[in-house]
């Protein structure tokens, strides 16, 4: 099973200013990564798929960086309603695992 | 429109059985596969498996496998997940979510599962 470890667990950071996730993958995924934001109450939402293609309709100041095991969702400048939880998912292997989650909190 | 209607909120004991759906509209449901995800409390997200609807093909996270069932019924474009005896870890949020190429593009609003005695 593949592992995704997702850095760092807490991001503290200010509307405005630019945000750097990282997700590691146990071993190569290729690019076959997506990035989700949950916000509290709610069902996950697609954001990136493929390590950089960004799903319908999501903003683009929302942009991913892969492939291999390292990968990276930058968001450049955060709006308030960013403030959430993001998870990284492989489906390079079967089981489809997700990283533990990056939770973007407001400084 | 895409939509994943899932059924409601249940409270269930330890030891009964439950089967809770997901019902899509608005695509070709025997075209996508449909997978299922345990969010527990306060918990991240863990992959339970998937099938495709079109031959009934399925997978199980080897967490799940013997855990749970997971079907689905094309005629009326639903799929489902079963316990046969449920218990109190199973308390959990749980999503279906339609697999595309890249990602799970449409999920369903989930179905919060309490177990307690």
């Known amino acids: 099973e593949i592992v995704l470890t997702q850095s760092p667990a807490t991001l503290s950071l200010s509307p405005g200013e630019r945000a750097t996730l990282s997700c590691r993958a146990s071993?190569?995924?290729?690019?076959?990564l997506a990035w989700y934001q949950q916000k509290p109450g709610q069902a996950p939402r697609l954001l990136i798929y493929?390590?950089?293609n960004r799903a319908t309709g999501i903003p683009a100041r929302f942009s991913g960086s892969g492939p291999g095991t390292d990968f990276t969702l930058t968001i450049s400048s955060l709006e308030p309603e960013d403030f959430a939880v993001y998870y990284c998912?492989?489906?390079?292997?079967?089981?489809?695992?997700f990283g533990q989650g990056t939770k973007l909190e407001i400084k | 429109e895409v939509q994943l209607v899932q059924s409601g909120a249940e409270v269930k004991k330890p030891g009964e059985s439950l089967k809770i759906s997901c019902k899509g509209s608005?695509?070709?449901?025997?075209?996508?596969?449909i997978g299922w995800v345990r969010q527990m409390p306060g918990k991240g997200l863990e992959w339970m498996g998937i099938?495709?609807?079109?031959?009934?093909?399925?997978r199980y996270s080897p967490s799940f496998q013997g855990q749970v069932t997971i079907s689905a019924d094309k005629s009326i474009s639903t799929a489902y997940l079963q316990w046969s005896s449920l218990k109190a870890s199973d308390t959990a949020m749980y999503y279906c979510?339609?697999?595309?190429?890249?990602?799970?593009?449409?999920w369903g609003q989930g179905t919060l599962v309490t177990v307690s005695s």
């Open positions: 979510a339609r697999q595309i190429g890249g990602g799970s593009d449409y």
């Open positions: 608005g695509y070709s449901f025997t075209s996508y596969w």
């Open positions: 099938i495709y609807p079109g031959d009934s093909d399925t």
């Open positions: 071993q190569g995924v290729s690019s076959y």
């Open positions: 493929d390590a950089s």
């Open positions: 998912q492989q489906r390079s292997n079967w089981p489809y695992t």
